[in-house]
């Protein structure tokens, strides 16, 4: 029986890390980019609301890293 | 027509069959969950879907150099082996959309082949310890590693954003479901359309149609990805409801939380070098998406029949594929017999599915599929 237990256990550390990575992204993004919202009419601080698209823009650079990954004339 | 164009042509329209069951299984993995919270529209997200799944066909023309990877001795595999087993893998995939569950049309297709194999080829055809490698094991490990990595995400997300289910932070994950939802399916499109490519090619090649070591034809790409496009597109409402509604009552951020997950186990497992199918992986973050989510509600149920359906994949498919191989290696007549049969059981199995239909319309009215209305406590097979 050949199980490449390295591959499996790289799958998985992979799959943890990268979802933690990209969910926390972007839910911090979302929490700058809502951090007004609650008062009244309020909208979020001029520097929460530049951080938050900084954080929803890493995402989208990651989700292009996943695209290249995809598409095998990239390689 | 002589009797090898005969055979293949119908090897041909019965894989394109079976890709088509395999869109419409799977179009739920990507799109379930962004259906279930409204971040798309049904119809919308299925386009979508399908879109991607035939780009995702024709950016990936690899051939397959095996069709099974080693789970069957493809030496001894012979077209009318490889139609049996294809007529195993649709049925038990119709079953199972039937009942609403979530399976892998991978090993539906290997547990055909294994059965078909089995009867045509004897006991050395089949390489049962790769079946232990690549399909039990990956089978235990994919709910599991997705389950845990979607169930911690969610639990972050929460943890950093208490109102994270109500406007305007819902909106925001909304959004980004909709982005990992479409690497999903396209994702899917240049693995599962390359299946399909890979099996018509070898038969062409093993008829002496072809040229060994040449790449699929232009019409085999174009079937290939137009069919599981339009068994994308048809949706296979019955899995959606299942998945987006019956496991666990998916809100956006646990959406968003479960298929950025799944895109992440996807991508690793297909570029690592240790295959995980996609069903299992979609469903297990999903899984994982209601646990992180504190007080949650998983129906451990539905997921209960669903890990059933999982084990019973194989040695069902097996069954199916190893009966039909046994009459079509009759010989011609045998092979006309099946795939009328093919036909029959896909008939029957449609029209059971009328009397409760499941549809773009009604997808997230319910967690329910049911199989008979007039009695539903007994039939009801998703609770």
């Known amino acids: ?75 | 027509m002589s009797t090898t164009l005969f055979v293949v042509s119908l090897v041909i329209v019965t894989a394109l069959f079976f890709d088509f069951t395999n869109g419409f299984h799977d179009s739920a993995n990507a799109m379930a969950t962004s259906v279930a919270t409204g971040a798309l529209k049904p119809k919308t997200a299925v386009l979508i879907a399908a879109i991607l799944n035939v780009a995702g066909a024709f950016l990936s023309t690899e051939v397959a150099k095996t069709i099974s990877g080693g789970i069957v001795n493809d030496a001894v595999v012979t077209p009318t082996m490889i139609f049996a087993g294809l007529v195993g893998a649709i049925l038990w995939n119709l079953m199972t959309w039937l009942f609403g569950l979530p399976s892998s049309s991978s090993h539906a297709l290997f547990g055909g082949l294994i059965g078909a194999v089995l009867i045509g080829a004897g006991l050395s055809g089949v390489n049962f310890s790769v079946v232990v490698s690549k399909i039990l094991l990956p089978a235990l490990m994919a709910p599991l590693v997705a389950g845990l990595a979607a169930g911690l995400a969610t639990l972050i997300l929460y943890k950093m954003i208490k109102k994270a289910d109500q406007e305007p932070a819902a909106a925001w994950f909304r959004r980004g479901q909709t982005v990992s939802g479409s690497m999903i399916a396209l994702a899917h499109g240049t693995s599962d359309g390359q299946k399909t490519m890979g099996v018509i090619t070898l038969v062409l090649i093993t008829a002496g149609y072809q040229e060994s070591g040449t790449g699929p034809e232009m019409w085999v790409i174009a079937a290939a990805g137009l069919a599981i496009g339009l068994g994308t597109y048809s949706g296979g409402w019955r899995i959606m409801r299942t998945m987006g509604k019956g496991l666990v009552d998916v809100k956006a951020p646990q959406g968003f939380a479960a298929e950025t997950t799944s895109a992440a186990a996807i991508l690793a497992s297909s570029h690592m070098g240790f295959g995980l199918s996609t069903t299992q992986v979609c469903s297990g973050s999903i899984l994982g998406s209601g646990v992180g989510k504190k007080l949650a509600e998983v129906r451990w149920t539905t997921a209960r029949k669903m890990f059933y359906g999982w084990l019973l994949t194989l040695p069902a498919a097996a069954l199916v594929g190893g009966a039909a191989a046994a009459i079509a290696l009759t010989g011609t007549l045998g092979l006309v017999l099946v795939f009328v049969a093919l036909l029959a059981g896909a008939g029957v199995i449609y029209a059971v599915s009328r009397r409760a239909p499941v549809s773009s319309e009604n997808v997230n009215d319910s967690a329910v599929v049911v199989i008979n209305p007039a009695n539903p406590d007994k039939t009801q097979v998703v609770v």
Do not use: D, E, K
């Open chain 1, 1 to 75: 029986m050949n199980i490449n237990w390295g591959a499996l256990g790289l799958v998985a550390v992979t799959t943890l890390v990268a979802a933690i990575a990209v969910v926390g992204i972007f839910s911090l993004g979302v929490v700058a980019l809502t951090s007004g919202a609650g008062r009244a009419g309020a909208v979020p601080h001029a520097v929460a609301r530049v951080a938050g698209y900084a954080c929803i823009a890493v995402s989208g650079m990651l989700v292009l890293y996943g695209l290249y990954l995809i598409i095998p004339q990239f390689h």
